[in-house]
């Protein structure tokens, strides 16, 4: 065994802290740890400023801790990583290659080609699961067909049994000398961080400690101090309400079994304590987990997400693809102050809270009918702790592109939602210092405050902070009428078909809730992966090739989607769901379920002529009627948020 000669591919596992890959190779042989840079295969996702600062500062912090065990970490920039890893087998006379599994589409197309060829030139390939507690493939329904929605998929993970934490440490590696076909090269030679982004770069280590050493210590701190109190904190804008483990987790400085199990721990804890609020927290959180494993899941089992809509009535949908308001959204000039707060925290220091990304993305999609795909690589570009997978459930969510997700007719209004989660207006007042003179009373609506207000405040409306760059009822309208567009193309595209092509779309089970979803992955056709983490398969639903496929035909049309237009309207009077506005998922799927492939095409509730009140009108009398009774419900449940 000692004689093994084992390359440890590094990616988004830059941990030594149960790293199964890292385990198996120092238990097997003497190792050669490598991590390869190569911005070509990253195309469209090449990660942002503050994105690359972390990965910098995060191979530092492993390279020193690979040192300490006796190895050395090789940093190579390449073309190809192919070709990278090959040269580094020659180099080392190496017989085996291990690595961490990745779900994203970029990285399944690339593990994928790359296993085929070194095994092809002889080469042992060990893969194992080091980001995730299930893997997807191991999580099917009833039917063998992968979940569609998270409450049905984590209730099932829930049920399942875990693969323990169960590696080895790893305490010494025995370092293989490499010749001179390696190009080791050092940190600043990656061409992680632009000379030009130093300084900005400069600040984030203020507020950020990257590497896995530091990730352990924010997740003691986190489950020792503030886990207890996540029911009641989490929606709190501003200020450290959250684990902040987003970016630890992406670059896999922390295992996600160990921050399941210490909260598993605590939880049991609490439970025998009667600590009832303790365990409801632990819940959350997890819950929290269950979303990061979901967004993996959904890449792996539907890998056209970051493309398409899982549902695919947004394929129609009438985008206003502009680059003026795409730019006053970037820079945070919308004339709304949370979002534009959110946007100006978003681009000085690269995180937001998850309340602030549902309302600015939301914003983005309902209000200003920008693509989602622009906002979710806006998104990917600014993030520090930018996650494909995570970024996709993110933007699919909330655009209406999930079964269990916001409708898309549903529009939250920023300044019921200022008033909702920044009741006092700090928040704007920190990122907006225009605003700062501006009365609790307008801080959120500040084009309704009386002139006098604005004189006394110093805020002149079009010079020092923007008008509004939509009305709140002319966004509403123009929603409205882009939804009655998609449906026409819709069914004029469906007429153009029955028409003219043979198409049948037989192939869903009929009356299956989400038959607007392509059922891409039959248990019998996945990948048969066990819960061993020693398989020699890429995890793939793709064709040899490297290409991906689509399992099924996608049935594009419910039943009830081919009546007329104008009875869909009549279907559902006052079918807002705006009373659901601060309900998670978990308590509204259930109703969802049932009325799923219908609502996606219901009515907007400004379109019942029942009315004379305005949209906005009828939204902020709704809010102050309904806010005592829903802080009630809050305080109860602790689930004054969406889903996700
Ligand atoms: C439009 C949009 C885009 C998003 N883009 C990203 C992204 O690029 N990267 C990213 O990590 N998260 C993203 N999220 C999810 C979420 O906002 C962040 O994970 C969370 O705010 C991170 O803060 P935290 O670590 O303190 O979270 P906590 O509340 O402490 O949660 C713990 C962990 O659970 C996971 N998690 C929590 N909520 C979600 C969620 N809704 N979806 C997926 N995982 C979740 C994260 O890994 C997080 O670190 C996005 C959400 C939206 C609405």
């Not at 025998?272 to 979303?291: D, H, P, V």
């Not at 699919?396 to 200022?418: A, F």
């Amino acid at each position: 065994m000692a004689g093994n000669k084992i390359i440890v591919w590094f990616r988004r596992d830059l941990r030594i802290e149960d790293n199964p890959a890292l385990s198996a190779a120092a238990r097997d042989g003497r190792v050669l740890p490598v991590f390869i840079w190569c911005p070509k295969e990253e195309g469209q996702f090449y990660p942002g400023r503050v994105s690359r600062w972390w990965l910098k500062h995060s191979l530092l912090h492993l390279s020193q801790s690979l040192k300490s065990l006796g190895s050395q970490l090789v940093l190579i920039k390449a073309d190809s990583t192919l070709a990278a890893l090959l040269a580094c087998i020659e180099s080392v006379g190496a017989t085996r290659v291990v690595f961490n599994h990745l779900y994203d589409p970029v990285s399944l197309v690339r593990d994928h080609h790359i296993k085929e060829q070194l095994v092809e030139v002889g080469i042992s390939v060990q893969s194992y699961n080091a980001d995730l507690l299930y893997e997807p493939w191991e999580v099917y329904n009833e039917k063998g067909l992968a979940f569609t929605m998270f409450d049905a998929y984590w209730n099932k993970c829930m049920h399942m049994q875990m693969e323990p934490v169960s590696h080895a440490p790893v305490w010494r590696l025995e370092q293989l000398p490499t010749s001179g076909t390696v190009e080791n090269c050092s940190i600043e030679d990656l061409g992680l961080e632009d000379e030009t982004e130093r300084s900005s770069n400069a600040l984030l280590g203020r507020g950020w400690s990257p590497g896995w050493g530091h990730a352990d210590k924010a997740l003691t701190e986190f489950i020792e101090h503030h886990l207890v109190t996540y029911a009641e904190n989490r929606l709190k804008v501003g200020g450290n309400s959250t684990s902040l483990l987003s970016p630890y987790l992406h670059f896999g400085e922390v295992s996600v079994r160990k921050v399941f199990q210490s909260t598993r721990l605590k939880q049991i804890l609490w439970a025998k304590e009667g600590n009832s609020i303790g365990e409801e927290s632990a819940s959350l959180f997890l819950r929290a987990i269950g979303l990061r494993e979901y967004s993996r899941y959904l890449c792996f089992n539907f890998p056209f997400t970051h493309e398409k809509s899982l549902l695919s009535n947004l394929k129609y949908f009438p985008w206003i693809p502009d680059q003026t308001s795409f730019k006053a959204w970037r820079q945070g000039r919308t004339g709304y102050p949370l979002v534009d707060a959110g946007m100006r925290e978003l681009w000085a220091t690269g995180w937001i809270h998850n309340r602030i990304r549902v309302i600015v993305s939301s914003f983005a999609v309902k209000f200003l009918l920008l693509p989602w795909k622009w906002g979710m690589k806006y998104f990917w570009d600014t993030l520090l702790d930018a996650d494909l997978e995570s970024d996709i459930l993110g933007w699919q969510y909330i655009s209406g592109s999930l079964p269990d997700g916001h409708e898309l007719e549903r529009m939250d209004y920023p300044e019921v939602q200022g008033y909702n989660f920044d009741p006092e207006g700090e928040y704007v007042r920190q990122w907006l210092p225009e605003l700062t003179r501006m009365p609790t009373e307008w801080i959120h609506h500040p084009w309704d405050a009386p002139a006098s207000v604005l004189k006394a405040s110093g805020v002149e409306l079009g010079l020092n902070y923007p008008k509004p760059i939509i009305d709140v009822d002319a966004a509403r309208a123009r929603l409205t009428e882009a939804i009655f567009k998609m449906w026409e193309l819709e069914a004029a595209a469906r007429a153009f078909n029955s028409n003219y092509t043979d198409e049948v779309v037989g192939d869903n089970s009929a009356g299956d809730e989400n038959s607007n979803i392509p059922k891409v992955v039959l248990k019998d056709m996945a990948p048969s992966f066990t819960i061993s983490s020693n398989d020699q398969r890429v995890p793939t639903s793709q064709n040899s090739k490297g290409g991906l496929v689509c399992k099924k035909r996608p049935k594009e049309i419910a039943v009830s989607e081919s009546r007329p237009v104008h009875e869909k309207l009549q279907d559902k009077p006052g079918s807002s769901r705006r009373g659901e506005e601060v309900c998670s998922t978990a308590e509204s799927s259930a109703a969802k379920r049932q009325t799923i492939s219908r609502d996606s095409f219901s009515v907007p509730q400004s379109c019942s002529s029942s009315s004379s009140l305005t949209s906005k009108e009828q939204e902020i009398r709704h809010f102050n009627s309904k806010q005592k009774f829903q802080e009630e419900v809050d305080i109860k449940h602790g689930t004054r948020e969406d889903g996700i």
